[in-house]
């Protein structure tokens, strides 16, 4: 078992930084998932395994990108306008010409078809006057025009997908042009999802008026639909009640059939917690205060050897420690690097005050125009405004040492659609 923090992490009165618990999580864990060959069209949304060289350079042949007429170039030096050719032949997509091209003739060549020997040149069908076997051409095209040359796309022997990428539909469709029907894929990783706390329900005839102080889950229904869209395998642990035999139970339960285990809620105060009491015999827990807004309290440990991470209960707090650190740590067990969150930058058309030293998570809409993009904050900030999220575009990231922003300042974001895969 590993350690997953220093002194530094650990003592209450320092906060830890984004990069720092980031950081940890990449020293601590590694991949946690079994490779496995499958069919392409199955690979979807799974991390690539290996490393893909291409067999074969590709486009594998010179060929045109137009439908029109092929000439050789030099033949334009040898002549004066109007310049007529006369036609040799057709060259077919899927069929080679059999015989090289004439002198001072031209080629009629469909778009994909590889250009027969001499051919250099294409000019679009369009642009062409025919006259019975003759055609004539513009002038004023370049040397090479309208072709596609051999390996433009890819070089045979070239890394052109690496290991740790998510396999994307463009991916795909790469791997399919070399002929590929396999890849080996890390399997998703098994992920057993937990809400906590006594005021948590998932009941159906929940009623606010008899069940006062009781609230419906919406975390966990909330974080399985993330990690669905990040291609894991979620199973829902349901709720655990405050209770230690049942805690250890489920905890225990789970640890042997998932790769990592999340929970949110009953991480602010883990000191009297029986969280921290039943993981503390049964695994190990540490608990961090992130330099973050909303989200400062987290749980990173293990149950039995299985990663375990604790998310704070406030909903929105759940949603951004989730994209900014259990993330990362989805990432690194499931084989996906190297992993980055993809940041944007616009003009921020508020004004905010902030604390030095927490970097802070707002929620922002963004709008367009005159070509700038502009950046709107959601009006309250609360970590338990789950409609903040539902409202906006973005997550405005604003820096440590920022204290205030004025309309006009620059402003960096992270997209929703980004977060959710
Ligand atoms: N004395 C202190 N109190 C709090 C601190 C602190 O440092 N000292 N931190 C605050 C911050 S920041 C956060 S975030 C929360 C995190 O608390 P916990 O992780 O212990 O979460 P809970 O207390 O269990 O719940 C907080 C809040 O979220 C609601 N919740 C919890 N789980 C769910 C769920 N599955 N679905 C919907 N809503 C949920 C819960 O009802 C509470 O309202 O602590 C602050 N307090
Ligand atoms: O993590 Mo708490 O705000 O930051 O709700």
Redesign the pocket.
């Known amino acids: 078992m590993v350690q997953l923090s220093d002194d530094c992490c650990n003592a209450s009165s320092s906060l830890l930084r984004v990069e720092q618990a980031r950081e940890i999580i990449q020293r601590n864990f590694s991949i946690a998932v079994l490779k496995k060959t499958l069919s392409l069209e199955d690979t979807e949304n799974l991390v690539l395994a290996e490393d893909i060289i291409a067999p074969f350079s590709l486009p594998p042949h010179d060929n045109s990108a137009v439908d029109g007429f092929g000439i050789s170039y030099a033949d334009l030096a040898k002549m004066s306008p109007p310049y007529q050719f006369a036609l040799q032949g057709t060259a077919k997509a899927g069929h080679v010409f059999p015989d090289p091209l004439l002198p001072f003739h031209a080629i009629k060549i469909f778009t994909g078809a590889v250009l027969p020997s001499n051919v250099d040149t294409i000019y679009m069908l369009e642009d062409c006057e025919i006259n019975g076997d003759k055609v004539t051409v513009p002038a004023g095209l370049k040397k090479g025009s309208n072709t596609r040359q051999a390996g433009e796309d890819i070089t045979k022997g070239q890394v052109i997908l690496h290991q740790g990428i998510r396999l994307r539909p463009s991916h795909i469709g790469v791997a399919a042009s070399l002929g590929l029907t396999a890849l080996t894929c890390y399997m998703p990783l098994r992920v057993t999802i937990f ?3 006594d ?2 329900t998932r009941s159906s005839q929940m009623s606010y008026k008899k069940e006062a102080g009781r ?6 229904p909330m974080l399985k639909s993330l990690l669905h869209r990040l291609g894991v395998d979620v199973t829902d642990g349901g709720v655990l009640p405050d209770h230690p035999q049942t805690i250890r139970y489920k905890l225990q339960e789970a640890s042997q059939r998932a790769d990592l285990i999340i929970s ?6 883990g000191e009297e917690d029986h969280m921290k009491a039943v993981i503390t015999e049964i695994g190990k827990i540490d608990f961090w205060r992130l330099a973050i807004k ?4 987290l749980a990173m440990g293990y149950i039995g050897q299985i990663p375990y991470v ?6 929105v ?2 949603f951004v420690t989730f994209a900014v650190i259990a993330r990362f740590l989805v990432a690194q067990l499931g084989g996906e690097r190297p992993f980055n969150l993809p940041v944007y930058n616009a003009i921020a058309d508020f004004s905010y005050q902030k604390k030095i030293g927490r970097r802070e998570y707002l929620r922002i809409t963004l709008t367009r125009s005159e070509g700038i993009l502009k950046a709107h904050k959601f009006p309250r900030e609360g ?2 405004i789950l409609t903040s999220l539902t409202n906006s575009h973005a997550l405005a990231e604003l820096p440590e040492r920022l204290t205030s922003l004025s309309p006009g300042d620059p402003i960096s974001f992270i997209p929703l659609e980004a977060i959710y895969g």
Not at 294 to 297: D, L, Q, R, V, W
Not at 310 to 315: E, T, Y
């Open positions: 809400s906590s706390g005021e948590i609230i419906f889950d919406s975390n966990t949110s809620g009953g991480v602010s105060v909303p989200g400062k309290p604790g998310l704070p209960g406030n909903p707090a759940s970590a338990g």
